[in-house]
């Protein structure tokens, strides 16, 4: 007997089976119960989340022998032609082999036949959206007011390219990507009754790479269990994916902590012999930055400890600040992309790490570990109209090693984004008399808002969302911030350069290093996110009508996808 391939052997064969997909099946099972049933579904989604399958079940649901029934019984005429691709009731059309007008003419002729064994002719075209536009205004018709006899089903990876009166005649479900959690547990459960050996950490990789999809995440494990020679571990599947082992991640780390360019050197010619790529050796390594951040944000949080030694985490952690974190996150992020338009990859990834050496040393990491509650750390730094005076009232300027500050912040910045060519996209247009008015009456809780509007990111973006409000005395904007990752002075300028141009009148910035709490900008946002996603839950939940409709179907409110809408 031939192979299965696992992606074909473990395709569903009831909506009993399907996972990640609650919300259309337990709709579709409803709907075949009360025979409720719409003429046309159209089931959109990214690959492999089950779009196909679940078309497939529906096909058999409605020409069961047994009857129209959400359990078909997979055994009769009718179930076993559809599951083996032979029924001559139910037919898949590619409609990207079969796009034009004159298909879609010979399919629509052959609507009028009744069916030979089934109920109901079931059409599924796959890929809809790649039909012509004449071949879809040639359907329009047959499928607001198909014959009784015939049902549509409708599949597409990309819903907006489908003409909006296709999709009001259909039923549209959105089929959402698998969590990696899901993905993972089907997987150990395949793996199990195929009598595989296999690493739960690596199962947890294949997760990740796969992105949502159930069959890619099942063709990476037919590839694994290949590989590994049927013992899918850590290492072999590291080494299949080309993906870069944590321990070195740990060593780059290191390397940048403590400012060892000829570590770096060293790691990137390993790199080099091994043949990874340094854009996934990048994409890796900001993925154990987001670790970092999670486990500094929420300590108590054991998080996913499939990737991660989490001790050697918390570790890490304990010796770098959320700021500092959240500025190396940022950074690699857009290097990545940097990386990719670079005309050599192993300078340029060299290069990108000595960035975030300077990164780091501007922060003046030594003194960042903790936050600046000791009166003595406080700081400030005034940028005046003429951009040339510096003040401090501590230690600041005495400092000899803050001297380089400007210098690196400004070649970070200027490498990461392009803000310097274009500071302003919206700026207020009036006389300058609202702006004033604006900041005189500005609160810890408008300047949120106001930060939000602002056109402005990098570090200046930063500065401006992880500070406080004080005050405007009509002259100057006196803001606090806690990091001194942010206090750099060409992050300062900029800053105010922005808001001068936004708000159209000449102020000066004054921002003091101080402890800053929950009253940043960032801060307040997210509180008044959280306090309106909050009230949007009561409104639905206490809607009379939402609550027959819930008791009518049996439902349940997903309250994650209450969301408001603009018109």
Same mark, same amino acid.
């Given at each position: ?28 099972? @409803? ?20 779009? &196909? ?28 032609? +559809? ?29 009028? $036949?009744?069916?030979? #064994? ?46 909006? &009166? ?16 899901? /993905? ?21 990789? =294949? ?42 991640? /740990? ?42 951040? +999670? ?5 108590? #949080?054991?998080?996913?400890? %499939? ?12 010796? =770098? ?7 190396? $996150?940022?950074?690699?992020? @857009?290097?990545?992309?940097? #990386? ?15 960035? #975030? ?7 003046? =990491?030594?003194?960042? $570990? ?5 009166? %003595? ?13 510096? @003040? ?64 402005? %990111? ?8 992880? %500070? ?20 750099? $002075? ?59 409709? +819930? ?13 408001? +809408?603009?018109?």
């Amino acid at each position: 007997m031939n192979y299965l391939a696992l992606a074909r052997k473990w395709r569903p064969r009831k909506f009993g089976d399907v996972i990640g997909q609650d919300h259309v099946v337990h709709t579709l099972i @409803n709907s075949l119960d009360t025979r409720r049933l719409h003429h046309a579904w159209l089931f959109s989604g990214t690959r492999g989340v089950g779009k &196909t399958t679940l078309a497939r079940i529906l096909a058999k649901s409605l020409n069961c022998e047994k009857g129209i029934t959400s359990k078909p019984c997979g055994i009769c005429v009718s179930c076993m032609g +559809i599951d083996e691709g032979n029924s001559v009731d139910y037919l898949e059309i590619d409609a990207a082999s079969n796009r034009g007008v004159e298909d879609m003419a010979v399919l629509l002729d052959q609507v009028t $036949y009744s069916p030979v #064994l089934g109920r109901y002719k079931v059409y599924l075209i796959d890929e809809v959206h790649m039909l012509t536009g004449h071949a879809f205004n040639s359907m329009l018709k047959t499928l607001e007011d198909p014959p009784d006899h015939v049902k549509f089903i409708l599949a597409t990876t990309d819903p907006q390219k489908i003409p909006i &009166t296709i999709i009001s005649r259909c039923m549209h479900f959105s089929l959402r990507p698998m969590s990696t959690k899901v /993905i993972a547990g089907l997987l150990e459960k395949i793996l199990n009754n195929e009598l595989v050996r296999y690493d739960s950490s690596a199962l947890a990789i =294949i997760a990740r790479f796969a992105k949502g999809s159930m069959r890619d995440a099942l063709s990476l494990t037919d590839q694994a269990i290949s590989y590994s020679d049927g013992h899918i571990t850590d290492r072999s599947l590291m080494s299949m994916l080309g993906l870069v082992e944590k321990d070195h991640l /740990i060593k780059i780390f290191e390397a940048l902590i403590t400012h060892n360019s000829s570590e770096i050197i060293k790691l990137a010619n390993d790199i080099e012999i091994s043949g990874l790529s340094y854009e996934n050796v990048l994409s890796e390594f900001a993925l154990m930055l987001s670790h970092l951040m +999670i486990i500094k944000e929420v300590p108590s #949080l054991d998080g996913d400890n %499939s990737f991660f030694d989490m001790a050697q985490i918390k570790e890490i952690v304990s010796q =770098i600040s959320f700021d500092l974190i959240s500025l190396l $996150y940022s950074v690699t992020l @857009n290097s990545i992309v940097e #990386l990719e338009k670079s005309p050599d990859s192993y300078h340029g990834f060299i290069v990108v790490l000595f960035r #975030l050496i300077s990164l780091i040393s501007s922060s003046n =990491i030594n003194d960042a $570990y903790g936050v600046f509650s000791n009166n %003595s750390d406080k700081s400030c730094l005034s940028i005046n109209n003429n951009d040339s005076d510096v @003040n401090s009232t501590n230690e600041l300027n005495n400092d000899s090693s803050n001297s380089d500050i400007p210098n690196a912040e400004e070649y970070i910045y200027n490498t990461v984004t392009d803000i310097g060519k274009k500071l302003v996209s919206e700026s207020i247009k009036n006389d300058g008399a609202d702006s004033v008015k604006l900041l005189e009456t500005m609160s810890i809780h408008t300047w949120g808002d106001f930060v939000n509007k602002l056109p402005v %990111s990098g570090l200046a973006g930063e500065l401006a969302r992880h %500070s406080e409000w004080i005050d405007f005395d009509g002259r100057s904007i006196f803001i606090r911030v806690a990091s001194k990752a942010l206090f750099g $002075y060409s992050t300062q300028k900029r800053l105010k350069t922005i808001l001068c141009e936004y708000l159209g009148i000449v102020i000066d910035l004054v921002v003091t290093l101080d402890v800053t709490g929950d009253k940043t900008a960032h801060a307040i946002s997210h509180m008044e996110e959280e306090l309106k996603k909050s009230k949007l839950k009561a409104v639905v939940h206490n809607n009379k009508f939402i609550r027959s409709i +819930i008791s009518l179907l049996d439902g349940v409110i997903m309250e994650d996808t209450i969301c408001s +809408i603009n018109y």
